[in-house]
């Protein structure tokens, strides 16, 4: 069975020919289904258009064009577009590109009874995220050896509220299971893509997953990769992944998916006060407000970064 596969593709670059690259892994696939591809140029400095160049007119893409918004709310416009005949919508970022049997592999688990999949992958080719993440996933069984697809044995959820190895280039869900989850575009720095898969895990049931690195990550725009730590913007990207392990545990959690979750808001209070401290001490100015924001979510956050002030303060002094 061959389904309908819709890609959601949102643009925002400085350098060309990325696009052009991604889109051409897709149309090149292996025994590839029916595709749809959808792009939304969310303002980008390189036009879309431009970097399709000869793709521009291909008649399995659809180019949508709006004002910057954001990740979240491009991929939103793509998702409101998709046609009524999907049943599968995967995601591919602009810098991204897939390996020629991706498809092949999210078709044969969908095949299979799968509503959601998902691959591993690598920013730095010496180690993989599932590598540094979820190790365990490589000791499970595939009930496809032939293309090494194997079943989640654990509930969605818990990959997205432990150490997560989900990335939207790497996903594929089933259209029927998410047609009304949309991504939350007030997360601009980071966890847009983790609220989402929260919103998706409620209705899924059955996850597949390769550990074979079949998505090639790349190195253009990234407001995730850009917020380094010890900057301002390291500790904005803190601020996001707080308010969303908060957000969470205001769920129905399970005790060991709440223990989980409370272990990550602690540290996350550390890596915040770090990241604020260190680029006050290289910049010579307080972020007053961004430390308020995160007190409103989390009060002992000034506790903490009295702490951290003191013992970074020690260390300069001591050489």
């Not at 954001?70 to 046609?83: E, F, M």
């Amino acid at each position: 069975m061959y389904p309908n596969v819709a890609v959601v593709i949102p643009f925002f670059q400085r350098e060309r020919g990325l696009l052009h690259r991604a889109v051409s892994s897709v149309l090149s696939q292996k025994d590839s289904p029916a595709i749809s591809i959808v792009i939304v140029d969310d303002g980008s400095p390189v036009s879309a258009r431009d970097d399709l160049g000869d793709l521009a007119s291909h008649p399995q893409i659809l180019l949508l064009q709006q004002e910057n918004g954001g990740a979240a709310l491009a991929r939103n416009t793509a998702l409101d577009h998709v046609l009524p005949s999907t049943d599968i919508v995967a995601f591919l970022d602009s810098d991204d590109w897939w390996s020629p049997v991706h498809l092949e592999k999210i078709v044969a688990a969908f095949n299979a009874g799968a509503e959601f999949y998902f691959c591993d992958y690598t920013r730095d080719e010496r180690t993989t995220t599932f590598q540094v993440t979820t190790p365990e996933l490589f000791s499970i069984e595939p009930f496809r050896k032939d293309i090494g697809i194997a079943w989640l044995d654990r509930p969605m959820f818990d990959l997205v509220i432990g150490k997560c190895p989900l990335a939207p280039s790497t996903c594929a869900y089933s259209w029927s299971k998410g047609k009304r989850v949309r991504f939350d575009s007030a997360f601009r720095r980071s966890c847009e893509d983790r609220k989402f898969f929260a919103g998706l895990s409620m209705n899924i049931t059955k996850v597949a997953f390769s550990t074979n690195c079949d998505v090639h990550y790349g190195i253009g725009v990234n407001i995730f990769g850009s917020a380094i730590w010890g900057t301002i913007a390291g500790a904005e990207r803190v601020l996001d992944t707080a308010r969303f392990h908060l957000g969470m545990s205001r769920c129905n959690l399970s005790d060991d998916q709440r223990a989980l979750n409370d272990i990550a808001i602690v540290s996350l209070d550390r890596e915040f006060a770090e990241n604020v401290s260190v680029s006050t001490l290289r910049a010579h100015q307080f972020p007053f407000g961004l430390v308020s924001e995160y007190a409103n979510l989390r009060p002992g956050i000034w506790t903490v970064l009295g702490s951290v002030a003191i013992r970074l303060a020690w260390k300069r002094i001591a050489g």
